[in-house]
């Protein structure tokens, strides 16, 4: 696939500061996103299954070091009951995301639950079933194509940065950007929609960087996106000084989105929730940029405060019925409708098929 703007254009564009010349972008996003994915946004309704991961991520809250935090694992029934509601509230499919972990138990765990999702979520509204996305991280091949077998069809692993000097530098040495890369190759051999995204303001990260990135969506035909600002995690490891300004990072999440929808648009773009956490209309400002996807809370309200990656998660004292009215007002109020009962592939996704 090739991206329609050139590098130079890409960067020119994230660099956009003045409001009048952000808006001619927005608009020009907008109308792409409406003619090549539709004015609707789909919902995927977010389920965090456990906190629990081996991983030591420098920027994220539930990094292994954090021994503030009280760990948990939804129990099947549990999982199972939430992905239930996504169903019945017309959400058309579900993403089931944790902190990563290898070990059988949890593989066992994840295949037996995809396969009764999708087996007790046939309806005539939903005749194959919830779609199922997975974020579940780096995994072996084998483990991949057991999760494709039980029924799940999307996956989402990010890169971060596709930059591998500033990947080095907000992970640990142990976890490699050759091993993320040789997982997406191996989602794609599992035949998975593929989904990936970076965080946006790293310290560090250049405008460069960032048109690189959609550079590297390009060149590995990925199928949709998910990216955010990144944020600053009390339960992290890096400075809270190393984060952008608001206003700053702001303005350069949205020109992101705009630009990453006017190079590539046949992509499923996500509005997602850090978008929120760092203004309270954000996941709107991200739908009038070009995204057409975004991720309602599905988790059991008891254990949401525990699934922080970052500081100012919104929705931790809502339930899942009131995320959903309120997500579609915020939907409604971008100018855009909400595509129930579909999963919601990206065109491009299903050209492949
Ligand atoms: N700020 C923003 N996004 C974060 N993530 C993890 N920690 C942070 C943070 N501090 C994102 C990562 C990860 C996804 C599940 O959450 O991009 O891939
Ligand atoms: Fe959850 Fe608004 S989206 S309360």
């Not at 130079?8 to 994230?14: D, I, M, Q, T």
């Not at 959609?214 to 035909?221: K, L, N, Q, S, T």
Request: aromatic share 6%.
């Amino acid at each position: 696939m090739t991206a329609l703007l050139s590098h130079p254009e890409r960067v020119r564009l994230l660099g956009l500061t003045d409001p009048a010349a952000i808006e001619e972008l927005r608009r020009a996003s907008f109308d792409r996103t409406t003619a090549t994915v539709g004015d609707t946004v789909h919902y995927r309704g977010l389920i965090e299954l456990s906190n629990r991961c081996a991983l030591d991520c420098l920027y994220c809250g539930i990094r292994r070091s954090n021994r503030e935090l009280v760990r948990y694992g939804l129990d099947r029934a549990e999982a199972i009951e939430a992905a239930l509601f996504c169903a019945e509230a017309g959400y058309g499919s579900c993403v089931l995301q944790a902190g990563e972990r290898r070990d059988e138990a949890f593989i066992a765990f994840v295949a037996d639950l995809v396969a009764e999702i999708r087996d007790r979520s046939r309806s005539d509204r939903l005749p194959d079933g919830l779609g199922i996305t997975l974020s579940l991280g780096e995994q072996s091949l084998a483990t991949y194509r057991r999760w494709r077998a039980a029924g799940a069809h999307r996956y989402l692993l990010r890169i971060e940065t596709s930059n591998p000097a500033l990947f080095a530098t907000i992970h640990p040495p142990e976890q490699s950007f050759a091993s993320r890369l040789q997982a997406l190759d191996d989602l794609r051999a599992a035949g998975f929609q593929v989904g990936t995204g970076v965080m946006i303001g790293l310290p560090g990260q250049t405008l460069d960087d960032l048109a690189a990135d959609i550079g590297f969506y390009a060149e590995r035909d990925i199928d949709m996106i998910g990216m955010g600002p990144y944020l600053h995690s009390a339960g992290g490891a890096l400075p809270e000084q190393a984060m952008m300004a608001r206003d700053a990072l702001l303005t350069l999440a949205l020109n992101m989105i705009a630009v990453t929808r006017l190079s590539l648009p046949d992509l499923n773009i996500a509005a997602t929730t850090a978008l929120q956490a760092l203004v309270e209309d954000g996941r709107e400002r991200g739908i009038r940029f070009g995204a057409n996807v975004t991720m309602p809370n599905a988790t059991p309200r008891r254990v949401r405060p525990q699934y922080q990656l970052y500081d100012g998660k919104p929705c931790l004292d809502e339930g899942s019925l009131e995320c959903r009215g309120c997500l579609e007002r915020r939907v409604t109020t971008a100018g855009r409708r909400v595509g129930w009962d579909q999963w919601g592939d990206s065109p491009h996704a299903r050209r492949r098929r």
